[in-house]
């Protein structure tokens, strides 16, 4: 049987053969559909992109129905029980695990970017003392830009790599800077003897001591946590990414576009409104009626539950829960995981939830991680754009290889006025 689409025209009575490949037609061939030869062509209309391929990707497979995650081919659930953050970002970024030399060069590379120019301290000093971190964050990325000039040079491979590398040394480093800020404490500079997760604990917390020794718990709960967020495909932000970074502006401008993607509510936001909706419901008892009012109210929602293409668990949330009982060992306890886990258990028994297919998330079970570790709940979109940067990178660095993509440019269906005269003000 050929791979191919018949498709008939019934305004014209014409019939035309468009090829399928992967699953997928060329919404190009949809233009060969027409109606007169001045006629633009056959469009897709898609808001929202719910059924448009916008590239071809070789970093992170998701089967959502599954409820699957794979980057370059390693499940998830392997990667986080037995690698770190920066050997998947190593994964991410070159496709293929590092042998044990480029795995220190690489740790090298990444540990000796993590300084930012002094500078920063007074950009991060004009903010006001209660600045959303996600905001001051947005911002310090994108002045990164005007530190590095040479970065506009995106058509060079060793100077990619280099501002690569430049921002996953450097956006823990503004994200912890952004934390002091808020708290009034002095920033911290980073610590070359530490690890990854272990040196952003000590940016973030280290107070009098001569040398921050990290909680390993929380060390390798922040890894995992990392690990988890690292990448997921053509999500909003990293459509951003692309989107932003096809227009050829240097990685850092289009990175803080993608942070800022990510800010939003219905994304990297969602882990802070899990937490805040746990504190409303308060009491397990109070649980029925909060899920009665999420599927009632259309401007209710559960957060931290339904996915655009999980239709099954979320792999990582799985993943979460699990690290979350084994921080709450280590560092106390939140009480908030009873009241999650109850809903949970009422969610997953309604029909609402069942036949719309709507299962925890990433988000649901991370804040409470986070909040267990000390961390406030502005900065929780925060610790997931650390993560996500990794991936951000990956799929810009990809996008800009990828001999079939051009600028972003999505089409529009006009709705608007048919030509008319302009009116003078007076005469209106
Ligand atoms: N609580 C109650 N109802 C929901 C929820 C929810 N969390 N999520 C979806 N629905 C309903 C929704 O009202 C709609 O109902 P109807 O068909 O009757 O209008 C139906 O389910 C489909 O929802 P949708 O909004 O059309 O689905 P989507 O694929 O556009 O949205 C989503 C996906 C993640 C934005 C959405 O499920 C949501 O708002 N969830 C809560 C926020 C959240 O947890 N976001 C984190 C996402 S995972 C990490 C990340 O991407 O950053």
New binding site residues.
Partial sequence: MADTLTVTDNRTGKTYELAVTDGTINAMDLRKIRVSDDDFGLMAYDP?Y?NTASCRSAITYIDGDQGILHYRGYPIEQLAVQSSFLECSYLLLKGELPSPSAMARFRHEVTHHTLVHENTRELLDGFRYDAHPMGMLISTIAALSTFYPEAQNVTNEENRWLQIVRLIGKVPTLAAYAYRHRRGLPYVYPDNELSYSGNFLNMLFKMTERTYVPNPAAERALDVLFILHAD?EQ???TSAMRGVGSSRVDPYSALAAACAA?YG????G?NE??VRMLNEIGTKDNIPSFVKR??ED?N?????????VYKNY?PRAKVIKELAYDVFEALGKNPLIDIAVELERIALEDD??IQ?K?YP????YSGLIYQALGLPMDMYPVL?AIGRTVGWLAQWEEMLRDPEQAISRPRQIYTGPAIRDYVPLSER
Avoid: E, I, Q, T
């Fill in positions: 929202a719910k997921h999500n909003c932000s990510l509510p219905l994304h990297g969602a409104a899990v999420a599927k259309k209710v929602r559960l957060m931290g539950f339904g996915h655009r979320d609402y939830f719309k709507l998330n990433v988000d649901f997931f």
